[in-house]
Structures are given as structure tokens and as C-alpha cells.
């Protein structure tokens, strides 16, 4: 029996872009639009611009566009950085089922790739669903101890992802795509306990430079343990419990968990999405004013992320009571509804004491119940299970387009927004991605 890195590493050297379903080539687009319109909204953001500062000095030639900094890097410093923009509002896309964001540890590594050497639209498609899909699955194999354990499974799994579509994108033979995988699990790290600070940040963005710098070994010749990934020692029992193999292996061509993708309408933890949908549609039965109490009840990962005092911006985008607040008070969840202002308003921070969370085990990943408690003795309650943006409701192309455009407009680009997301749509026929990435500069 074939260990897993060696399966993923034939499966992503034979893979053939001529053999993916049109559907999966059109979901690769709009993965990566919506990951760049979030690296450009946050282009003004200090935690971007230091990250460019702190890498610039120690740079190669600069090659690589950084997102809406008028800038360029070597491939690894400028993944690095747009790693960080990409997923730096919790605005980027969400694979359920592990909490892993594909695209913002795996596409800033292709993309830099390809530009320096010149590498045309279609491979990086190609690339980001092979790197995604071996992300994705390794998180299964890992879930939900490897989160449990306090692991950043973006992060950890983005590393293993963005080796191997590195590999994809640089011609790696399936050996030496096996132990770019193998390398990056000596890389993968990144703590959830990190997450309300800025060394999330950090390891966000070094799962793409160390996916870079794992291909570039093995294509070298450096190895890996052969049972890199499920051996006695290995990545996944290392972070995690004894891993189901089969998650990574079985049904691989056949079974796309990439294509379960889903996109964010609101900067917020993917969780909270159903407490929002839920509370904006109890506004228009009861206004804040006439609410005593709200209740938000959800499985042990809404409130095992989202149970949290509200100090600064991180934590208000993975909180259930700002969350709650921002539906009933501002019938709105922005950008701006979850930046320092909306923090400090003290109309939202009195009604986020309002809120109660409470543990519901039936409800399913994703889901939340609110329940409203009026000061006339009545109770409403809604529930939502598929909130807008998730697998059975997903965001439209033009949805994503809309969010693309409102991005570039709060990062200072937005004269060249309608060019870049034309060039997005039209990548698969793109001969380099140069002149795309330079428009998103």
C-alpha cells in the first residue's frame, strides 16, 4: 500500500488540466478573485504594510507583485505578504468541514511563481485545485483533533497545500512532489491560541514561502520521510490523533473537496455568518430597542471561538455577541462594522451584553439558532443552517464581483478593479499572469 505522500504526489504530477470538470476550473477563479479583493482592502492596513517593510531589505530581485503596494518582491517575501493581506480580515473563503482557508496560504505562492517565470494563467488554476484538494484532504484526515489541539489548520495544512502546487506549477515528478509535501510538514505550523494577535499573521503567511521553498528543495534532491504524513512520528500524529487515511487517499480525481469552497459575505469568522443571517432577519420582527435578552446557541466550535470578550478588531470578526449586535443595532456586517470604531461604539458594546451563548450539540457546523427574549415577555426565535455564502447558498459571480470592487475601493485601487477582475475571469487564456498581477500592484 502506498503511503499518503506518495499518493498525493503521483496524483498531483498526473494530474492533467485538460481532465478537470469545467465547473472546478470555474471555482479556482473564483477562489482566487475573492482572495485577491481581500489582500487589496487591506493594503493600507499596518499589519500589511510592516509585513512589506520587514521583507523588503532581505529580498531577492523584486519580481513579484505585492497587492496594492505599488511594489515588488522575490517569490517568497511576496507570498509571505500577500498571504497576510489575503487573510487578514477573516474575509477569504472557507472550506467547512476543516475551517482550513484554501486559497490565501496556497494562491499567493502560485501566483509569485508564475509571474517571475513567466508561467501561464491556466497552470496556476491548476496548480491552486491540486494544492487546495491536498490541503483540504489532509485536514480531514486531521479533523477535528488537529484544530482540538490548538493547531492553525489554515496555516499547518496551507503549507502541505502550497508545496504541492508549487511542485505542479515547477514540472516536480511525483517523487519529487511526494517529498515537497513531506518537507512542508517539517515547516507547517501556527497556533490557534495566536489568533486575536498579529502572529497569526505570521504563520498565514509563511505557509506559502515554505511551500516555495519545499518544492524548490525536493526539486534539488532533498527528501523526505517516506510516511512523512501518517507515520508513528509523522506530521499528523504529531498535531492531531491517528489520522484517517483514507480522507487523504480515497476517491483522489473523483471526489473534489476543493469544490466545496465557500465564500464570505460578511469579514467574519465563517461561523458567525448563520448568527448574522439569523439576527438581520429578526430586525425586521423586533427592532433592537424592544429586545431584553438574546440567546445564540451553536455547536462547540461557534462557542469555543466566538464566547469571547471583544477588546479589538480580531476579536470582534470571531465574536457570537458582536456578531448579534451588529444585526440588530447597524443591520449591517462590513468591513468598517468590525473595525476599532464599532469595537468602542458604545451603543454595540451595551447590546453585546445582551448576548448569551449557549452550547446546542445538534446543530451542525455552520449553523446557530438565535432566540430573542422581548421586554414585552415575548420570545422569536429563527435558525439558519445555510447561511449566504455556504455550500447550499452559495455567493454569485456577480456577488463576488461586488465584493471585489468594494475591497479595492477601501484599499485605493478601485480605478483598476473592473480590468483585474476581467483578467480573473479570463485567466485559463491568460499567456502569464504578469500583466493581471501588475494591474492588482
Known amino acids: 500500500m502506498a503511503y499518503a505522500a506518495e499518493t498525493l504526489g503521483r496524483f498531483v504530477a498526473d494530474s492533467r488540466w485538460e481532465d478537470m470538470p469545467p465547473a472546478l476550473r470555474h471555482e479556482a477563479k473564483r477562489s482566487i478573485l475573492n482572495a485577491v479583493g481581500c489582500g487589496l482592502g487591506v493594503a493600507r492596513d499596518p499589519a500589511v504594510t510592516t509585513a512589506l517593510a520587514v521583507m523588503r531589505p532581505f529580498s531577492g530581485a523584486p519580481e513579484c507583485t505585492v497587492l496594492g503596494q505599488s511594489a515588488k518582491l522575490d517569490p517568497m517575501a511576496a507570498s509571505f505578504v500577500n498571504a497576510i493581506a489575503c487573510n487578514l480580515l477573516d474575509y477569504d473563503d472557507t472550506h467547512l468541514n476543516t475551517v482550513i482557508h484554501p486559497t490565501s496560504p496556497i494562491a499567493p ?39 482540538a489541539r490548538g493547531w492553525h489548520i489554515t496555516s499547518t495544512c496551507g503549507a502541505l497545500g502550497a508545496a504541492a502546487g508549487a511542485a505542479k506549477l515547477l514540472g516536480l515528478t511525483a517523487e519529487q512532489t511526494a517529498h515537497a509535501i513531506g518537507i512542508a510538514t517539517s515547516q507547517a505550523g501556527g497556533t490557534v491560541e495566536n489568533l486575536p494577535s498579529a502572529a497569526k499573521n505570521v504563520s498565514v503567511g509563511n505557509a506559502p514561502r515554505h511551500g516555495i521553498l519545499s518544492a524548490l528543495l525536493a526539486q534539488q534532491g532533498y527528501k523526505a520521510a517516506p510516511r512523512s504524513i501518517e507515520g508513528p512520528l509523522g506530521f499528523a500524529r504529531a498535531m492531531g490523533d491517528v489520522p484517517m487515511v483514507e480522507e487523504i487517499t480515497g476517491g483522489l480525481g473523483e471526489r473534489w473537496e476543493i469544490a466545496r469552497n465557500t465564500y464570505k459575505p460578511y469579514p467574519a469568522g465563517i461561523v458567525f455568518h448563520a448568527v448574522i443571517d439569523a439576527c438581520l432577519a429578526l430586525r425586521a ?3 433592537a430597542e424592544a429586545i431584553d435578552s438574546v440567546t445564540v446557541a451553536g455547536d462547540a466550535l461557534l462557542l469555543a471561538r466566538g464566547d469571547r470578550a471583544v477588546n479589538n478588531e480580531r ?13 440588530f443595532v447597524r443591520a449591517s456586517a462590513g468591513v468598517a ?13 451595551a447590546f453585546r451584553a445582551r448576548v448569551t451563548a449557549r452550547l446546542e450539540p445538534a446543530l451542525p457546523r455552520g449553523a446557530a439558532t438565535v432566540t430573542l427574549r422581548l421586554k414585552d415577555g415575548r420570545e422569536l426565535t429563527r435558525t439558519v443552517t445555510d447561511p449566504i455564502g455556504s455550500e447550499a447558498n452559495p455567493m454569485s459571480d456577480a456577488a463576488l464581483e461586488a465584493k471585489f470592487r468594494d475591497n479595492a475601493a477601501i484599499g485605493g485601487v478601485s480605478a483598476r478593479a473592473d480590468e483585474a477582475i476581467a483578467g480573473f475571469w479570463a485567466l485559463d487564456g491568460a499567456g502569464s499572469v504578469g500583466r493581471l498581477m501588475e494591474s492588482c500592484g
Open 337 to 349: 462594522d468590525f473595525e476599532m470604531p464599532a469595537v468602542l461604539d458604545p451603543v454595540l458594546s
Open 109 to 147: 505562492a502560485l501566483l509569485a511563481l508564475a509571474e517571475q517565470r513567466g508561467l501561464p494563467g491556466a497552470a496556476v488554476l491548476h496548480a491552486f485545485l491540486l494544492g487546495g484538494e491536498v490541503a483540504c484532504r489532509v485536514g480531514n484526515a486531521v479533523s477535528p483533533g488537529h484544530y
Open 285 to 287: 420582527e423586533a427592532p
Open 315 to 327: 476579536d470582534a470578526r470571531v465574536s457570537i455577541h458582536h456578531s448579534a449586535a451588529l444585526g
